[in-house]
Nanobody
């Protein structure tokens, strides 16, 4: 079984930065693509970023491209989301997710495991 545990959320002013971490508890972290999603109140969960199992390929939503960076450390079983130049519209609960295999999915339904979510609030 796999557990995903997010940390690093909080309250930040517009223009500020936060780094989210997600620890993968289980076997074979290196076999999974890791993604970040977010969900604001009253809205559907949306794709933010994904990184291939090997760490050599990433993909981002247009809304965060150039501001957010996804990375992973396979020795620490951890994936990160560095968020810079934060905007009030980035306010949401952020979730990490794991998908077994070589794909880099952008749809939430393609992921096998999910974290519990962590709140990020950006004040104007």
């Amino acid at each position: 079984q796999v557990q995903l545990v997010e940390s690093g959320g909080g309250l930040v002013q517009a223009g500020g930065s936060l780094r989210l971490s997600c620890v993968f508890v289980g076997r074979s972290f290196g076999d999974y693509a890791m993604g970040w999603f977010r969900q604001a109140p009253g809205k559907e969960r949306e794709f933010v970023a994904v990184i291939r199992w090997s760490g050599d390929s990433t993909n981002y939503a247009d809304s965060v491209k150039g501001r957010f960076t996804i990375s992973r450390d396979n020795r620490k079983n951890t994936v990160y989301l560095q968020m810079n130049s934060l905007k009030p519209e980035d306010t949401a609960a952020y979730y990490c997710a794991a998908d077994l295999g070589w794909r880099m999915p952008t749809m939430s339904s393609d992921y096998d495991y999910w974290g519990q979510g962590i709140q990020v609030t950006v004040s104007s």
